[in-house]
């Protein structure tokens, strides 16, 4: 089974999402008109970039709430420093500014989607109390 088809399966599965199919080269699973998750894979190399997505952000460009992946930032110091460098998880304090955390995700998308269903729960969660 194709990659996108294991994920799409597995977010559908999760009763999280409205709709999830394949966008262009992405998977992507709509939690509202404002609000996904982008799945971007490269089964070739293993990159990968898991994202939440909210649109209503006030900030310009990026509108990341949160997310993980392997590409290096080049130039942001706090990420060069981390163990796993360059997998990290990335999201958002209280000003919005980027924290880089380490990161266990190398590309396993069959298996990290789980990771990533989970921790957009929680943060639904936490946001509806």
């Known amino acids: 089974m194709a990659w ?8 559908r599965a999760s009763g999280l999402f409205q709709e999830a199919r394949v ?4 998977v992507r ?4 008109v404002t609000s996904f998750v982008d799945i971007h894979f490269d089964p070739t190399t293993r990159s990968y970039s898991y994202a939440l ?8 460009g990026d509108k990341r709430v949160f997310g993980w992946d392997d590409y290096a930032h080049e130039g942001v110091a706090e990420l ?4 796993t460098f ?3 998880f990335q999201r958002r304090d209280a000003a919005g500014r980027w924290l ?3 990161s266990q995700m190398r590309g396993q998308v069959g298996v990290e989607i789980d990771v990533v269903i989970a921790t957009v729960r929680d943060y639904l969660q936490t946001r509806a109390t």
């Not at 996108?4 to 977010?11: C, D, F, G």
């Open 4 to 11: 996108h088809q294991t994920v799409i399966l597995k977010l």
């Open 23 to 26: 966008v262009g080269a992405k």
């Open 29 to 32: 699973a709509s939690i509202s």
């Open 53 to 60: 997505i909210d649109l209503t952000l006030p900030y310009p």
């Open 80 to 83: 060069t420093g981390l163990p």
């Open 86 to 88: 360059p997998h990290h």
């Open 100 to 102: 880089f955390e380490p």
